[in-house]
């Protein structure tokens, strides 16, 4: 999910880049949701691994 943000973000930055505003902001704002998925479902993983207490948690 962060790489698929990530490549998002990229794209954003060359279509800004090469003149193309709409299909920038379109994927800034893709980007920006996937990140935020990210973020939520880091978060939740964090919180299931903790609560089962795994060994090996980070």
Known sequence: MLSA???FFLLAVLAGLIG???IASAFAGVAQIAFF???VLA???L???FAR???NAI
């Open 47 to 49: 919180i299931a691994n």
């Open 37 to 39: 998925l990210f973020l």
């Open 43 to 45: 978060v939740i993983s």
């Open 20 to 22: 193309f505003e709409v």
């Open 5 to 7: 943000a990530l490549v």
């Open 53 to 55: 207490g795994a060994e």
